[in-house]
């Protein structure tokens, strides 16, 4: 447990010499996210797409909560977007209410339709982002573009998923776990199986094996590059890793027993994810010292997790 202290993530590629202001206002930073079916004109579920500007994603669902007078759980989304930023991501609402809460106060209303049944968490295909950088400095970032377009960077779970010293909570309440979860205890799991996936990936990064499979992998099929390897999301059951891919995953993770049997004990079950995250129509111009980015990254892909392999990014600002 000692060791759930905000940790630096090794880089794959050589030593940045290129810096950059990020986030200095949320208008830099936008996000618009893509269901994987699209909502119709009926359905027990109302669907709203909110563009939210200075707001957690769940201060929009109890915003919602209140105005459709139903509990929080009753509110589904596919997963957090940045607070500081301007983001638009899908809501559903189980209502017979086909009203919608007027524009106020960082959030308004742009999309709206029905299905037959809640969003759930991950029920998306993918963000599609345009990221404005201040101020770059330095040479060579157009070279680690082009590198990272066909190559793509370690799939790690980006700072957002620890702010206010998150990991350290969640351990703490682990440890205290005596079985039964309440609604916002969740999130602890989540940030505890971060913190072992990117020590696994990480650990990978630094046998420079993140991006081909090894012995033993568990590979997922991406239909523009074919067969990758994946990490633990971790739970109850063997790992599916074997060989040398489970030796990886023994060894990051030998510090963490307390951690992986707290996992377990919450009844969470063993899962994979992406070790490489590649970006998808990844497109720049070049505007005075500034840098405008569009880019699209898969479901639980991170904007941050891309950029921090280009530039050195100054003045980020936390939040989720």
Not at 103 to 123: C, I, S, T
Request: one cysteine or more; aromatic letters at 10%; hydrophobic letters at 40%.
């Amino acid at each position: 447990m000692d060791r759930l202290a905000d940790i630096e993530n090794p880089r794959a590629y050589e030593p940045l010499t290129c810096s950059a202001c990020f986030k200095s206002t949320p208008q830099d930073f936008q996000v618009t996210e893509r269901l994987a079916y699209t909502p119709a004109a009926v359905g027990e579920h109302l669907y709203l797409q909110v563009e939210k500007v200075g707001m957690e994603t769940l201060e929009v669902v109890e915003r919602l909560a209140r105005f459709y007078s139903v509990r929080s759980v009753d509110i589904g989304y596919a997963g957090r977007k940045d607070k500081r930023a301007v983001a638009r991501q899908w809501f559903s609402i189980r209502t017979t209410s086909d009203l919608a809460p007027a524009e106020a106060h960082g959030m308004r209303v742009v999309g709206r339709g029905r299905y037959q049944r809640k969003l759930r968490r991950g029920e998306h295909a993918g963000n599609d982002f345009v990221v404005q950088l201040r101020g770059v400095r330095g040479s060579g970032w157009q070279q680690r573009l082009a590198l990272v377009k066909v190559r793509g960077v370690p799939n790690y779970f980006g700072p957002q998923r620890f702010v206010a010293n998150s990991a350290r909570r969640a351990a703490a309440w682990l440890l205290r776990y005596r079985g039964g979860r309440h609604g916002g205890e969740g999130w602890y799991l989540s940030v505890l199986r971060s913190v072992l996936f990117n020590e696994v990936l990480g650990t990978r990064v630094q046998a420079a094996n993140w991006q081909r499979l090894i012995d033993g992998d568990v590979p997922a099929c991406l239909p523009e590059t074919g067969p990758l390897p994946t990490g633990p999301l971790w739970g109850r059951g063997r790992s599916a890793a074997r060989g040398a891919a489970a030796e990886f995953e023994r060894q990051a993770l030998a510090a963490y027993g307390e951690v992986c049997r707290g996992l377990e004990r919450c009844g969470l079950h063993q899962d994979r994810r992406g070790l490489v995250l590649l970006p998808r129509n990844l497109r720049w111009n070049v505007s005075g010292d500034g840098l405008n980015l569009s880019f699209t990254l898969g479901p639980g892909g991170y904007a941050t997790s891309l950029l921090r392999e280009i530039f050195v990014l100054r003045g980020a600002a936390d939040g989720v």
